[in-house]
T-cell receptor, first 115, second 115 residues
Framework: AQSVTQLGSHVSVSEGALVLLRCNYS??????LFWYVQYPNQGLQLLLK??????LVKGINGFEAEFKKSETSFHLTKPSAHMSDAAEYFC?????????????FGDGTTLTVKP | DAGVIQSPRHEVTEMGQEVTLRCKPI?????LFWYRQTMMRGLELLIY????????DSGMPEDRFSAKMPNASFSTLKIQPSEPRDSAVYFC?????????????FGPGTRLTVL
């Protein structure tokens, strides 16, 4: 069975500081990995995804994530936080065997950006 | 594309009443997902369909919940009778299944309050 663990349910950074949101996965087959963002009172939207091509994946709004098989990790980073990055972030996993495109989501990490 | 459309956006009802939530997926997508989000339990997958057929309803909390997808462009989630603990934001998402790399596109959600 697949699963993801997001370390830290709440992360707080100052504006301009590095953002690092942690995600570790568990999968018996090569995984596909996703980061979604949820702004207040909205649905989730895709930030970026890893599909077995380049291990460093660039997404929208300056975010990127690196797939590290040896560490079973897919951490999300952004060099300089903006106030508009305040949101909840979800890591998700699926694979070729996934039935009908189902992804397994983590519990989410709420990012607060202080001025 | 209009994206995933959900209605109503807000629903306030009294305990014991029937509630029907509606979803129109993105045209051409063949998988549809219903999620529930609460502060206590986070994001939960309730049920998902592929080509209008329910694939996994193991997340449906109890028999009071039912979901249908009569055609590729419409799905409903019904709660009968509703209870205060059903209060949550319900999201519908759709995707085009392509071997696990699918991005899920979320609707704006329906905020349900059961008094």
């Amino acid at each position: 069975a697949q699963s993801v663990t997001q370390l830290g349910s709440h992360v707080s950074v100052s504006e301009g500081a590095l953002v690092l949101l942690r995600c570790n996965y568990s999968s018996s087959v090569p995984p596909y990995l996703f980061w979604y963002v949820q702004y207040p009172n909205q649905g989730l939207q895709l930030l970026l995804k890893y599909t077995s091509a380049a291990t460093l994946v660039k997404g929208i709004n300056g975010f990127e994530a690196e797939f590290k098989k040896s560490e079973t990790s897919f951490h999300l980073t952004k060099p300089s936080a903006h106030m508009s990055d305040a949101a909840e972030y979800f890591c998700a996993v699926s694979d070729l065997s996934t039935n009908a495109g189902k992804s397994t989501f983590g519990d989410g990490t709420t990012l607060t950006v202080k001025p | 594309d209009a994206g995933v459309i959900q209605s109503p956006r807000h629903e306030v009802t009294e305990m014991g009443q029937e509630v029907t939530l509606r979803c129109k997926p993105i045209s051409g997508h063949n998988s549809l997902f219903w999620y529930r989000q609460t502060m206590m339990r986070g994001l939960e997958l309730l049920i998902y369909f592929n080509n209008n057929v329910p694939i996994d309803d193991s997340g449906m909390p109890e028999d009071r919940f039912s979901a249908k997808m009569p055609n590729a462009s419409f799905s409903t989630l019904k709660i009968q009778p509703s209870e205060p603990r059903d209060s949550a934001v319900y999201f519908c998402a759709s995707s085009f299944t392509s071997g696990g790399t699918d991005t899920q596109y979320f609707g704006p959600g329906t905020r349900l309050t059961v008094l």
